[in-house]
């Protein structure tokens, strides 16, 4: 209980902060002049919060595991519950682990640039999850009817996300420019790094679906050769039951 004691702020959110965070995540500030006031932009102004990027990680989930049931046999997944168990655990996976592990790159990234250790946690999960967003968009285009949208909708979506998550980490590590240790074009690369990174997401997610949906076929399809039943001539018929127990049947009887 200690544990979700302290969570627990981080999931008690307003609707309206949620679905404005979402929001900015796919619109980048087009100011062109930087204020002189340390005050921040309302954008940056609100606290992070764990709840919208948690949210949206399983939504993508959702999206990857619907689009491998719709790429595969959906007739045959059916009949088998191990196959959807392990489309929905493997999507989690791959929804989590994207979330979790670009903020973990951005740890290490900012904690080899800033001197006195990299952004929090909690500031590089709300930023990285958000970002998830746009991601989510281009992945729901690939699982539904109109699927050869994917490309225009990432390149749509994406680039705008990337540039709002550049923006939003170029404001916190702002505020702590008198921390970084190495010269400020070293900050500046990570960040483009980390944009470029966030880019790609989706279309490595969308091969990662593809592939996991060929795997399923060639596993589906495998077992459902090795059960077929087999015509050996003269009226005999071998067949494999789920046990990999072979039975020869006699012709049937005039």
Sequence with gaps: YAIIDKLRPYFNVNTKDVFRKVLYSVLPSISSSRRETDAPQPRYAQEPDLYGPLMLSLTMAAIMATSVESSSDSSVAKNRHWVEQMILTTSIFLGLACWVGFSIFLKIGFGCTLKNGSLSWLTLASASGYGLFAHCIALGCHASMVSFLFYPVWILFAIPSSISLYQQLAFHVSKRRRNITRDIQT??????LAALAHFFISYVL??????????LLTVVNGEDSNTRPVNLGNGLVMEQNADGDIHIHPPPMP
């Excluded at 900050?187 to 483009?192: A, G, I």
């Excluded at 969308?206 to 795997?215: A, Q």
């Design 206 to 215: 969308r091969n990662k679906v593809l592939e996991i949906s060929s795997i």
């Design 187 to 192: 900050v500046d690369v990570f960040l483009v």
